[in-house]
């Protein structure tokens, strides 16, 4: 089945204590990007990726990193989470296109930073 | 600086169809209008997209106005399972903005 996984779906963390959030799909997909999603807000987009060692802001890349080693995976990484980095995350990927293609989201991960 | 306006919210009864428009005035030929929802928390389904032609696939018809600055999500017979927010976005390529969509909400 064509998806996108994320791990964890849900965590509770404490501030400065640094966590990675992975990212995996098994289409093969070139383009995968990272998005958050705060009340009142939408979702908006952190960092993406358009193939492997080829990374890019978003619109709000304070406070993560990201890497891109192989195709299949896109973790996000917070080296020193912050309360204000408190938000519902989701991870994305679809071929690289000109227009015209779909983009498939992951469940969610829900972070808590205390 | 949002390319698409939606309403916040709208409600529709169970069986009818449901009209979501979409303003997207400064859209630019080569971009094409992408339709997704998202079902309480959970990561946004994509379900629809068009360039000039109107659409039609098995979840829902994409009304495209002739001069491309509006369109309309039909969603022919609605069911409570469509409750949902519904995101209208324009772009070319990956790079999406999804803004705050529309709430709809089906009605029994």
């Known amino acids: 089945e064509a998806q996108v996984t994320q791990n964890p779906r849900y965590l509770i963390t404490v501030t400065g204590k640094k966590l990675t959030v992975t990212c995996s799909q098994n289409?093969?997909?070139?383009?995968m990007s990272w998005y958050r999603q705060d009340p009142g807000l939408g979702l908006r987009q952190i960092y993406y990726?358009?193939?492997?060692?080829?990374?890019d802001k978003g619109d709000v890349p304070e406070g993560y990193k990201v890497s891109r080693k192989e195709k299949r995976n896109f973790p996000l990484i917070l080296e020193s989470p912050s309360p204000n980095q408190t938000s519902l995350y989701f991870c994305?990927?679809?071929?690289?296109?000109?227009?015209?293609?779909?983009?498939?989201f992951g469940p969610g991960t829900r972070l808590t930073v205390l | 600086d949002a390319k698409t306006t939606q309403p916040t919210s709208m409600d529709c009864a169970e069986g009818r169809a449901a009209n979501l428009p979409c303003n997207h005035s400064t859209i630019s030929g080569n971009e094409y209008v992408y339709w997704y929802r998202q079902i309480h928390s959970q990561g946004p389904q994509y379900i629809i997209h068009g360039l000039k032609n109107n659409e039609t696939n098995e979840m829902a018809s994409l009304i495209i106005t002739e001069d491309r600055k509006s369109s309309t999500l039909i969603l022919p017979h609605a069911t409570l399972r469509d409750t949902a927010v519904y995101y209208c976005?324009?772009?070319?390529?990956?790079?999406?903005?999804f803004g705050t969509g529309t709430s709809l909400t089906v009605i029994p």
């Open positions: 289409m093969n997909h070139e383009y």
């Open positions: 990726s358009m193939n492997v060692e080829v990374t």
């Open positions: 976005i324009v772009g070319t390529g990956n790079q999406f903005y």
């Open positions: 994305a990927s679809s071929f690289l296109t000109s227009g015209g293609d779909t983009q498939y």
